[in-house]
DNA sequence: ACACCTTTGAAGGGT
DNA sequence: ACCCTTCAAAGGTGT
């Protein structure tokens, strides 16, 4: 894994800011401060464009209000599991994964918002208090036990979790926007400026309270815009689309959120002292407690036959359900470490950049996986642990294997036989060659580090300090031959990331389980030259300061993009 | 409407 | 023990 910084792996968490992503060249050893700065950069563009956000959304909202009951619908499952994962991992922040001190953000932020509370980490109430907020089924209290116990001090609050939120360029902005409007996207472990989180905060004073569940809507109605913003607490109660949730209407919230009565039930779900016994398998995805879980989706719900729920679902045509997923609710599988990274961290990645498609996304976001510290890598892989757990003790019988054949093969499966590029489009290099040499199959080095827990990570033998020079290569465990090593990659010019990225060693195609049977392709071309504007042409002239601020970090981070032309 | 693409990690079956 | 395959998320793109 990349843990990059060479030297300094002593400092862990406090300095995420050393981390430097790799993506860019080896150079970064050196010159980690001015990856940090990137990173500060990285954040705050995201943070300007995310907060630009929002006004999107609340499509929803009449939705929403008709569906008091809470919907077993993919969307809310998922939303639920996102949640979850945000309150687990809420809980351990305190722990090991201590936010960046976004130095950057000063530039942006304005000053006003400067939370003292959140830049001394004086949050605390927080986790708790949060956890609420987001989590209101959980019992917190009980959930504390979860905690751990590691980190005394709160820190600031890592809102991570960037529930789908809707990524509006930048470019009008204002540069004050950020104070009125939050965006999920805040909540991102980037993100830092716990100012933004969701944490209630008074309006008048701006003091963090502790909000009960029932003191919610006060504290959304700040603007009609940003309401949609911030997460239903009961997010994957509340069927949402992924978006803003709070078409509450002029009247507030007028969500009693039935399922609130179920929280002690919900608690002992999330506590430790869970009992898998309690929970039997349920039908439809509902826990007995008649909460749907996040992991479950039921072909039945989802469809809403009865179409009692959802009208709208109703005019959907059902997918052919075979008899199996009849008879069984599909319980998806448990996010792992990555996916819960991919999730916090997409939006922030989408906002950077313009590139929209996921392909390109993700391996922007593989490649700063692998430029995380391990104490962050940590965190992720400690919060799908637990993830996992839960999902054991929810579904005892669930097997990883159910869910095959649930989606049509692949066609790469298939096609493994021919040739790699027999059926793709012309492919693109991402990585520049000789970076494919250097990093060879780093890619999975942080499988090797994925511990059984985070403190193995941390103090794994098997993770040694990482050494640094590619980042990547963590332990030097893939020793297999990469077979697709040579694959050509494809050429894509420059840069596909946009902060840095593209030329990333570390995420080579290279599985050392030969997973990928082909070389990371960039079918389409990037839209570069808008990434390029992005990135370089501030919305605003606060923008430009903060650039400006930050141009040393521009120098150090080849940015290939910017040169590159999409075509 | 749906599969593909892309990423890492986990899981499970096969050898 | 290792290899291989599938799925998890996501959303633009292609068919």
């Known amino acids: 894994m990349p843990q990059l910084n060479g030297g300094g ?45 929002n006004n999107s959304s609340s499509s929803d909202s009449e939705q929403t209000e008709r569906r008091p009951q809470p919907r077993a619908d993919l969307e809310s499952y998922e939303k639920a599991r996102e949640y979850f994962t945000e309150a687990l991992r809420r809980q351990q922040d305190g722990g090991f994964f201590k936010s960046p001190h976004y130095p950057g953000y000063p530039f942006l932020m304005i000053p006003d918002l400067g939370n003292p509370y959140l830049s001394n980490g004086a949050l605390s109430p927080s986790a708790r208090t949060y ?257 996992r757990q839960l999902h054991s003790q929810l579904y005892p019988g669930w097997s990883a294997r159910d869910n095959y054949g649930r989606r049509k093969k692949r066609k790469r499966d298939n096609k493994t036989d021919s040739t790699p590029e027999g059926n793709k489009k012309p492919c693109v290099q991402y990585l520049p060659q000789e970076k494919m040499i250097d990093s060879p199959a780093s890619s ?36 297999k031959p990469d077979r697709h090593h040579h694959f050509p990659l494809l050429s894509k010019p420059s840069s596909s990331s946009c902060t840095s990225s593209s030329s990333s060693s570390s995420s080579q195609p290279t599985s050392s389980s030969g997973r990928q049977s082909t070389p990371p392709l960039l079918s389409r071309p990037l839209p570069l030259a808008s990434l390029h504007a992005s990135l370089f042409s501030p919305p605003s002239p606060f923008h430009q300061a903060a650039f400006h601020s930050h141009h040393a970090l521009f120098q150090s981070q080849p940015l290939s993009l910017v040169t590159k032309s999409a075509d």
Not at 295 to 316: C, D, H, W, Y
């Open 9 to 53: 792996g002593d400092e862990l968490g406090a300095n995420d800011e050393l981390i430097s992503f790799k993506d860019e060249g080896e150079q970064e050893e050196k010159i980690s401060e001015n990856v940090s700065a990137e990173r500060d950069l990285d954040d705050v563009k995201s943070s300007l464009v995310n907060e630009s956000e």
């Open 131 to 387: 956890l609420q907020m987001k989590w209101p089924l959980l019992d917190v209290p009980g959930t504390a036990a979860l905690k751990d116990s590691r980190s005394p001090t709160p820190g600031h609050l890592w809102t991570g979790t960037s529930n789908k939120v809707p990524v509006v360029q930048h470019a009008h902005m204002h540069p004050l926007t950020p104070l009125i409007t939050y965006s999920s996207e805040h909540f991102s472990p980037g993100t830092p400026p716990a100012h933004l989180s969701p944490e209630i905060l008074d309006p008048k004073t701006g003091i963090p309270r502790t909000p009960h569940p029932s003191e919610l809507s006060p504290y959304y109605p700040l603007s009609p815009g940003a309401m949609g913003q911030i997460p239903h607490p009961l997010g994957w109660l509340v069927p949402q689309q992924g978006q803003p949730m709070y078409p509450i209407t002029a009247g507030g919230f007028r969500h009693p959120y039935p399922a609130l009565a179920m929280n002690a039930s919900m608690s002992s779900l999330v506590s430790s002292r869970f009992s898998p016994h309690i929970v039997p398998h349920h039908p439809h995805g509902l826990h007995q407690t008649g909460i749907p879980h996040p992991a479950i989706v039921s072909p039945a719900i989802k469809q809403e036959p009865n179409g009692e729920l959802s009208p709208a679902a109703n005019t959907k045509s059902p997918v052919p359900t075979k008899k199996e997923e009849d008879k069984k609710p599909h319980i998806k599988k448990p996010l792992n470490a990555f996916m819960l990274y991919m999730k916090e961290m997409r939006a922030k990645v989408v906002a950077e950049c313009t590139l929209k498609e996921s392909a390109a996304i993700n391996q922007i976001l593989g490649r700063r996986w692998h430029s995380l510290s391990r104490e962050e890598q940590a965190k992720y892989y400690e919060l799908a642990r637990k993830e």
């Open 444 to 479: 999975h080095g942080s499988m090797l580090d994925s511990p059984a827990t985070p403190s193995a990570a941390l103090a794994s033998p098997a993770a040694p300090a990482p050494t640094h020079s590619e980042q990547a290569q963590p332990l030097s465990l893939t020793t």
